[in-house]
Nanobody, 129 residues
Framework: QVQLVESGGGLVQPGGSLRLSCAAS???????????MGWFRQAPGQEREFVAA????????VYGDSVKGRFTFSRDNAKNTAYLQMDRLIPEDTAVYYC???????????????????WGKGTQVTVSS
């Protein structure tokens, strides 16, 4: 069982930055090498949208088209924590952001939310002046 705790959401003006964190626990060191972690977001009345994902082993990273070039996903191996640096934020980025984790997800499937077995509770990001 993997537990995920997100932090770092809040209110920011357009053009500003935020960094989200996702701390993972409950997986052994060996299992962690096979883990993939992802960020998804959901705005009111909209479907869940893929934001970014990373494979712990090898660091392969993929991004959603709407955030490519503005968001950066990274990881800290020692802390079992993943970070989503969000720059040049726009109002359309407003949503609840969810961290997710799964094992054995192939690179071509990392955008699919049904591939992830573990989810955090979400953190609100609001971009508004």
């Amino acid at each position: 069982q993997v537990q995920l705790v997100e932090s770092g959401g809040g209110l920011v003006q357009p053009g500003g930055s935020l960094r989200l964190s996702c701390a993972a626990s409950g997986a052994s060191g060996r299992n962690f090498r096979n883990i993939a972690m992802g960020w998804f977001r959901q705005a009111p009345g909209q479907e869940r949208e893929f934001v970014a994902a990373i494979r712990w082993n090898g660091g392969n990273t993929v991004y959603g088209d709407s955030v490519k070039g503005r968001f950066t996903f990274s990881r800290d191996n020692a802390k079992n924590t993943a970070y989503l640096q969000m720059d040049r934020l726009i109002p359309e980025d407003t949503a609840v952001y969810y961290c997710a984790a799964g094992f054995g997800i192939i690179l071509s499937s990392m955008r699919r939310h049904d591939q992830y077995d573990y989810w955090g509770k979400g953190t609100q990001v609001t971009v508004s002046s």
